[in-house]
């Protein structure tokens, strides 16, 4: 089955297209085709080898944008449907919008230690918006699109479940 994603890293974006052929994959990165063996070691973790180099690869897909994690260093990379995107730019959607909102979940059962935002508080993507704290680690928890905080619904000492909502955003104005 074939796959396309937009993949973004920083400034950069590529489309991404991945399709199985035989035992390994054929991916292409916008104009540049390279065949992939990759092996699902276990969730989160892969075993790739490209042009006859091996790596190891632990995706963190808690965060948004996902974290890839290699021997040599650690890439944010917003991963989206490439299709959807088509569809949401066909419909007029994030033309001139710097964001579209979103309702931010506890992604992990714990205690909210510190809000990092206010109320009506105009949010970028990938800022931090939470401190949670779980197992006796402090977690930041991003925002993946950004906007306007329209809600908070957690103070400082609750404890929550994981997927329990913390705050919304509301789509930020033109020119925000």
């Not at 540049?32 to 690869?57: C, H, M, N, Q, Y």
Request: proline share 5%; aromatic share 2%; hydrophobic share 40%.
């Amino acid at each position: 089955m074939r796959g396309e994603l937009s993949a973004t890293a920083g400034q950069v974006e590529l489309l991404v297209t991945v399709e199985p052929q035989q035992d390994k994959w054929r991916v292409r990165l916008d104009a540049r085709e390279l065949i992939v063996d990759a092996v699902r070691i276990k969730p989160g973790t892969w075993s790739l080898i490209l042009d006859g180099r091996s790596f190891l690869v632990d995706v963190d897909e808690s965060k948004q944008p996902n974290l890839f994690h290699t021997h040599r260093a650690c890439t944010p990379i917003l991963l989206e449907s490439a299709q959807r995107k088509r569809l949401a730019k066909a419909m007029g959607q994030g033309r001139g919008v710097k964001s579209r909102g979103e309702v931010i979940k506890a992604p992990i059962a714990g205690r909210v230690v510190k809000l990092q935002v206010e109320l009506g508080e105009l949010v970028k993507p990938g800022a931090c918006v939470a401190i949670l704290e779980a197992m006796k680690m402090e977690n930041e928890i991003k925002t993946s699109t950004g906007g306007l905080v329209a809600s908070i619904d957690v103070a400082p000492g609750d404890s929550v479940d994981n997927g329990s909502k913390l705050l919304s955003l509301k789509p930020a104005p033109e020119g925000a």
